[in-house]
Every structure is written in structure tokens, then in C-alpha cells.
């Protein structure tokens, strides 16, 4: 039974259960871009993200990657592991594309010589600033060691989700990723949906993911669709 509502995010909204280390997460269909300024709504993009990101859950469980991931409830919830969030997103890159693009003017997909690990500060209000380690620890938001963790676990991440994206046509150019203690132990949180990965067909280098709404490219909704249908198989 769904409890009380927890915390309501862009995208997602988090209920309390009867389970005090598990929560439900439920998947809206708001979508935003440029830290909020752009606002709509992509019509079953909630259904689409939780089934998605509960497809890759999986996928990474059964290759060691442990996530907050427990099941999927119903088409728009799912029930995870409560998580103490880290405040440092985890931006992964494989191909030039979007910030990384503007900040060093390189071209969109041009190919990097090897994937790109970056930290950003997770802060609505300074916009999500690109940090480094000296700031993750002068921030105080993880320990070295912590850190590095994060950066390796991502990169596993990383090679685990593009071999699995390019038996189905596409490439992983980058994606985001959070992090959430839970006792002890780290735990990959959050979503892996095409609102937090750039996915581009591998033929035609079709975007597949959220830059068709920050964009403005029209065919939002079949993007997350297809990205579906590709994984589903
Ligand atoms: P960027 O190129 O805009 O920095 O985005 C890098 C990746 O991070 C891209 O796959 C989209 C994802 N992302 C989020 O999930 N949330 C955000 O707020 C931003 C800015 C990017």
C-alpha cells in the first residue's frame, strides 16, 4: 500500500511503505531541461522510464552491479532500498555531445579516445556546477575512497550498458548516475532512462532519448518508445 508521500522531484515522486528501508518511487510523466526552466510533458513517459530503468536494474544486478533496485510494483512504481543520496552526479562519456561539447568545443560525436568521468555538484539551486575531487572533499560529499569507487562502479556501468545497447543498435554516447548509502554499502540509485542517457541509433545516429525535448525535435514520445521496444527484445 502506498504511503505517504516522501518527496516530489522533477520527474519522480517518492512514497514512505510499510517497510521502513524500502520506499516506492513513482514515475510522472514531467519532463524539464535546463535546470527546470523548460517545462512539459511527454505523454506515458512514466511508464516508459520505470519499465526501462528497471530492465537495466536487472541487467546490472545479474552482471554485480548492486543498485537500490528491488522490483517493479506496477507501470508507473517501483519499489526500491531507501538511500541517504550522495550529492555528486556521475556524468559518464563515451562520445562528445551536449555540456562536454560546449566546454571544450569539441563536435557532437566525435569519438573520445576512452570514456570521460566527470562530477557535478548535486544543487538545483547553483545549477548543478562541474566539480572536481579537491571540491568533492573541500564539499565534504565523499571520502576519497568514496570517490573513487563512485568513478570505477560508473565505468563498470558504462562497459555493462553499451555492449548491452549496441547488440541492440545503440550507442551509449553518455549517461548520468546517483549514488545513496544504505548501512554500510554504496548503492547505484536513482533512474538509467533516456531522460539521464543520450542514446543514438548506431546506423543513422538517430537521437533516441531527452534531447529530442530539450530540442525541441519533435517525436519525443516514440523515442522513448523505441528505446523500449529495443530493450524489451
Ligand atoms: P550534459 O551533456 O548536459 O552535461 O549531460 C550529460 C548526461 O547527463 C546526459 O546523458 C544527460 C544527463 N543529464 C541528466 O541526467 N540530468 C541533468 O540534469 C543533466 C544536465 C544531464
Known amino acids: 500500500m502506498t504511503g505517504k508521500l516522501l518527496y516530489e522531484g522533477k520527474a519522480k515522486k517518492i512514497f514512505e511503505t510499510d517497510h521502513p528501508y ?22 506515458s513517459k512514466g511508464i516508459l522510464n520505470n519499465a526501462i530503468s528497471s530492465l537495466f536494474f536487472e541487467l546490472l544486478d545479474t552482471r554485480g552491479i548492486q543498485s537500490h533496485y528491488i522490483k ?8 526500491v532500498r531507501k538511500l541517504k543520496i550522495i550529492q555528486i552526479e556521475v556524468v559518464v562519456r563515451n562520445i562528445a555531445a551536449g555540456s562536454l ?14 570514456p570521460v568521468v566527470e562530477f557535478y555538484y548535486k544543487d538545483d539551486a547553483l545549477g548543478d556546477p562541474l566539480i572536481n575531487d579537491y571540491h568533492v572533499a573541500a564539499l565534504g560529499l565523499a571520502t576519497p575512497d568514496e570517490l573513487a569507487f563512485l568513478a570505477s562502479q560508473s565505468l563498470k556501468v558504462n562497459e555493462i550498458l553499451s555492449g548491452h545497447l ?3 543498435k545503440v550507442r551509449l554516447v553518455d549517461f548520468k548516475l546517483e549514488y545513496g548509502k544504505s548501512d554500510q554499502d554504496i548503492l547505484l540509485g536513482d533512474e538509467i532512462s533516456p531522460d539521464t542517457c543520450r542514446f543514438w541509433d548506431s546506423e543513422t545516429n538517430q537521437k533516441l532519448d531527452k534531447d529530442r525535448f530539450r530540442r525541441d525535435l519533435g517525436g519525443v514520445e516514440e523515442a522513448y518508445q523505441e528505446m523500449f521496444d529495443r530493450l524489451r527484445g
Not at 72 to 79: A, E, G, V
Open 22 to 43: 524500502e520506499v516506492e518511487v513513482f514515475y510522472k510523466d514531467d519532463a524539464t531541461a535546463f535546470n527546470g526552466e523548460k517545462k512539459g510533458q511527454i505523454n
Open 72 to 79: 517493479k510494483i506496477d507501470d508507473r512504481r517501483m519499489l
Open 101 to 114: 561539447s560546449q566546454r571544450l568545443g569539441w563536435p557532437e560525436g566525435k569519438e573520445l579516445p576512452g
Open 166 to 168: 549496441l547488440a541492440r
